[in-house]
Every structure is written in structure tokens, then in C-alpha cells.
């Protein structure tokens, strides 16, 4: 009998430590900073150096879009087939400073500061060796969440497939059943929304998209992305900001992330594809522009 409340006290006493260790071990990794995470912010004219690289890296890149659209346009009028071939196809390579020195501009433009301030602090984005971290302070936990994805490009319908591989809070991986609650809510705000950016959104003649339009596109590839699945591979260069911001869509054929820089193959679509697309965004059909040719 003895023996035996001796080993109920040790069980009690071994609970009642993994009861009190247990708390303090989940708070100290949802306290700790990842490894990945930057420990110093850019000085004002490193981020400016860097923002003023990525303005540059995209004015040549939207050159390059508008001078293949004017082509195609001028070649449309004149009665002869546009054509888009695989050549002109370019990588336009970015970095984790240049796109977090930049990305404040495009925040801006389209009022998404107010928003997220109120819930977020120092959002950034890092990139690992194939894996693209969306990173913040949440300010009710007081903690740096993250969230971990996974770019790759389907090697059948040349799809582009984000896959959400994780996310953390601190250095602690959190179970799906701690944060579904929170997607199933982005989920269910997008969609609402989503409707409303497919009726205003438009591709004129000349390859610009209205903010409707690449509101509409890039909420879906979240919601894709979110959901494990597949997405359309499509990208915006914005052209001009202001009042009424327009945007160069661009077919994505690689993706890559290495060495703190997210490398994009792109190229121009041809008019049939922009068509394509407008319509697959609006929601009218569901064609889908790996079932275009891109030839041309």
C-alpha cells in the first residue's frame, strides 16, 4: 500500500511539473524571435537605396510589357496576327529589401496601411530557399506570427500552386484547429468582398488593368493559396499609381526563392489571353489561361 501512494505522489508531483513547464515552455517559443527574422531594421538611405533598385528593376520590366503590347496593338491595327513566342519571356529578380523598402508605396496607393494597423506591427517578408514568409507583430498576442508558404509551378496546366506550409507564432509551429477560425474569417471577408472587385474589374485594349481588376485576381490567388490549390499564374506590374492606378498583367512560367531574392520568369500575354483572363476574373467562365496558347 505504501509502495503503491508512493508512486501516485510521484505521478501527481509529475503532472502537476509538466502543468506549470508546459505554459512556461509555449510562452517562452511564442517570446522567442525565429532565427530567420531580421534583427535590425534598414537605416532611411539603405531603404531608399533598396526601393529606388526595385522601382528601377520594375520601370525596365514595364518598359518591356508596354513595348510588347504597343506591338501587339500597332500590329492588331494593321490587320496582322499579334504574336507573344516564348523569347520574350525575362526574369525579373527581386529582393527581401528591395520589396520591403517598396512595398510601403503600394501599401499607400491602395489605403491598406489603416487597415492592418490596427492589428499589425512591422509586417515584412522574408525569402528562404524556396519558401516565401509572410512575417508581423499581432498586437493581441504581442508576438511575431508568420506564415510560411511554398511557391511552385505545376509541371501539367502550368499552374502556379502556393501551398501555406506552416504557421508560427514565435518558434512555435501552431496546429491548424489554433488558427482555421482566423482563415475561415479572412476566407469569408475576401469572398465578400471579391464579387464587387469582379464587377468593376477591366483590361482595356492596350493591356492595362484597373485596381478592380488585380484586386480581384490577387484575392483569388490568396484564397487559392489558403485553400491548397492551384492558381492562375499571374502577375501585375503596377504602371502608373494615383487616382486610378493601372496595372500590366504578365503570364509567370518559373518561380524560384534563393539567396533572400524571389526570381519571377515572366512574360507578355497576347490579347486572346488578356481576353481570357478578364473574362476568367469576372467570373463569366471558367477558361483558364493554361488552356490558351501562348504562342500566339
Do not use: C
Amino acid at each position: 500500500m505504501k509502495k503503491f501512494l508512493r508512486w501516485v505522489l510521484i505521478l501527481v508531483l509529475v503532472l502537476v511539473v509538466i502543468g506549470v513547464a508546459a505554459p512556461l515552455f509555449v510562452r517562452h517559443r511564442m517570446r522567442t524571435q525565429p532565427e530567420w527574422y531580421p534583427t535590425a531594421r534598414m537605416a532611411p538611405d539603405e531603404e531608399a537605396a533598396a526601393a529606388n533598385r526595385a522601382d528601377q528593376k520594375l520601370i525596365a520590366a514595364r518598359s518591356e510589357i508596354a513595348e510588347a503590347y504597343a506591338a501587339q496593338t500597332r500590329a492588331a491595327r494593321a490587320g496582322q496576327t499579334p504574336t507573344t513566342s516564348p523569347a520574350d519571356s525575362f526574369v525579373l529578380s527581386l529582393t527581401q529589401d528591395e520589396i520591403n523598402a517598396w512595398l510601403p508605396k503600394w501599401e499607400n496607393e491602395l489605403g491598406w496601411s489603416h487597415r492592418i494597423d490596427q492589428y499589425l506591427e512591422d509586417p515584412t517578408i522574408i525569402f528562404r530557399d524556396q519558401e516565401i514568409i509572410l512575417a508581423a507583430t499581432v498586437k493581441d498576442w504581442s508576438t511575431i506570427v508568420s506564415l510560411h508558404f511554398v511557391p511552385q509551378m505545376e509541371k501539367e496546366g502550368g499552374k502556379l500552386h502556393i501551398t501555406l506550409s506552416g504557421v508560427t507564432a514565435g518558434t512555435l509551429p501552431l496546429p491548424r484547429v489554433s488558427w482555421s477560425g482566423y482563415q475561415d474569417r479572412l476566407l469569408n471577408s475576401m469572398n465578400s468582398r471579391l464579387a464587387d472587385f469582379q464587377k468593376r474589374a477591366d483590361i482595356d485594349q492596350t493591356g492595362r488593368a484597373n485596381s478592380a481588376a488585380v484586386l480581384a485576381a490577387m484575392s483569388e490567388l490568396l484564397i487559392h493559396a489558403l485553400k491548397d490549390e492551384p492558381a492562375e499564374p499571374v502577375l501585375f506590374l503596377p504602371e502608373q499609381f494615383g487616382r486610378n492606378p493601372r496595372s500590366l498583367p504578365v503570364r509567370i512560367t518559373d518561380v524560384t526563392v534563393a539567396n533572400k531574392t524571389l526570381n519571377l520568369t515572366v512574360r507578355p500575354m497576347d490579347q486572346e489571353e488578356r481576353a481570357a483572363l478578364l473574362e476568367h476574373i469576372k467570373g463569366h467562365e471558367a477558361l483558364t489561361l493554361s488552356g490558351t496558347n501562348g504562342a500566339g
